[in-house]
């Protein structure tokens, strides 16, 4: 079984910025994609961004040129850089790993857009 461990969510006014980490148990390089997804309270979960092993990375919309999603192969961590945050993206955000035949999710961390 595959672990995702999750770290760097938080309270942030409008405007600023967090950083998520996603870390699992394998190799990053184990994985077909890896990525984020994010729910809100009464909404679908909901594709955020996703970096795949090769190839270009793939972004929500109303992300595109606010969130970065990186790897750092050395840390064995994925990341997702939020700038600019609003209050829509208030949500749970989850860590998501693929291979063939599965999909493993981490345990959400909680980021809160507020003033």
């Known amino acids: 079984q595959v672990h995702l461990v999750e770290s760097g969510g938080g309270l942030v006014q409008p405007g600023g910025s967090l950083r998520l980490s996603c870390t699992p148990s394998?190799?990053?390089?184990?994985?077909?994609?890896m990525g984020w997804y994010r729910q809100a309270p009464g909404k679908q979960r909901e594709l955020v961004a996703e970096?795949?092993?090769?190839?270009?990375?793939r972004y929500a919309y109303d992300v595109t040129g606010r969130f970065t999603i990186s790897r750092d192969d050395a840390q064995n961590t994925l990341y997702l850089q939020m700038n600019s945050l609003k209050p829509e993206d208030t949500a749970v955000y989850y860590c998501?790993?693929?291979?063939?035949?599965?999909?493993?999710w981490g345990q959400g961390t909680q980021v809160t857009v507020s003033s």
């Open positions: 970096k795949p092993n090769t190839g270009s990375s």
């Open positions: 998501l790993a693929q291979r063939v035949g599965n999909t493993y």
């Open positions: 394998d190799s990053v390089f184990s994985f077909n994609v």
